[in-house]
């Protein structure tokens, strides 16, 4: 087990790195959640109180929009110059390569969550309350995308077309996300957090679920992509 995490923490590491020094992270994905993010806010007439009341919603959109570049860029370094290839050669527990990937995935969404976060507050006029209910939401949620958007990543990684099928396979998937994401927030804003935590709880349940699939099956989906 000690084995299994080591080797997980350097599959993220190596990701990590590579998002540092490309800065694609930063300067594309960050920034399209912002335009995106801008372009709600502008359509939308805020004059009319409707920002905040929508908000949690269009968070969640930008969210998943942006997390499926993360997704795709994570899989397109690894098929150029036949990188796949080197990490089964290593001998590398496929295991471990789908949790540092999905934990590479997460990390980077976070940070993402953070800052299209300050700008909902900000730009749709939105109180800051219920952080106790916020925060375990958007963790649980962005462990289920990052779990999932790991696993249907790896089943279209191999595929030429994969820029166009990763959407076609994650966005469908990422619906509970969606929802759950979306309700618990409402609840939480709204300061009713009770009402959040069974769509916590639900979030918490699709992560664990689609963790456990990645662990067991990603050296198949490897093999095959």
């Given amino acids: 087990m000690t084995e299994l995490w080591r080797a997980s923490a350097l599959i993220a590491g190596k990701d990590l790195r590579?998002?540092?020094?490309?800065?694609?992270?930063?300067?594309?994905?960050?920034?399209?959640?912002?335009?995106?993010l801008l372009l709600f806010a502008f359509a939308l007439d805020p004059s009319r109180g409707l920002l905040p009341r929508v908000a949690p919603g269009l968070f969640w959109v930008t969210v998943l929009l942006s997390a499926l570049l993360a997704i795709s860029r994570a899989f397109t370094v690894e098929t150029e110059n036949n990188a796949l290839d080197g990490l089964r050669l290593a001998g590398i527990d496929a295991a471990a390569v789908f949790l540092g990937k999905a934990f590479a995935i997460a990390l980077q969404l976070v940070a993402l969550e953070v800052v299209l976060a300050v700008g909902v507050f900000l730009l749709y006029d939105v109180?800051?309350?219920?952080?106790?209910?916020?925060?375990?939401?958007a963790l649980a949620a962005t462990a289920?995308?990052?779990?999932?958007?790991?696993?249907?990543?790896?089943?279209?990684?191999?595929?030429?077309?994969?820029?166009?099928?990763?959407?076609?396979?994650?966005?469908?998937?990422?619906?509970?996300?969606?929802?759950?994401?979306?309700?618990?927030?409402?609840?939480?804003?709204?300061?009713?957090t009770s009402?959040?935590?069974p769509w916590v709880q639900l979030l918490a349940v699709f992560a664990v679920l689609y963790v456990t699939l990645g662990v067991l099956t990603f050296g198949s989906l490897l093999e095959d992509s």
């Avoid at 590579?18 to 995106?36: K, N, T, Y």
């Avoid at 109180?127 to 939401?137: D, S, T």
């Fill in 144 to 192: 289920g995308i990052a779990a999932a958007g790991t696993v249907y990543g790896a089943l279209a990684g191999g595929l030429r077309q994969r820029e166009t099928l990763i959407p076609l396979l994650v966005l469908p998937v990422l619906a509970p996300v969606m929802i759950g994401g979306t309700r618990a927030f409402e609840a939480a804003l709204k300061g009713t």
């Fill in 195 to 197: 009402d959040a935590w």
């Fill in 18 to 36: 590579i998002e540092l020094r490309s800065r694609v992270a930063a300067q594309q994905i960050a920034a399209f959640g912002a335009i995106v």
């Fill in 127 to 137: 109180p800051v309350v219920g952080l106790i209910a916020l925060i375990p939401a």
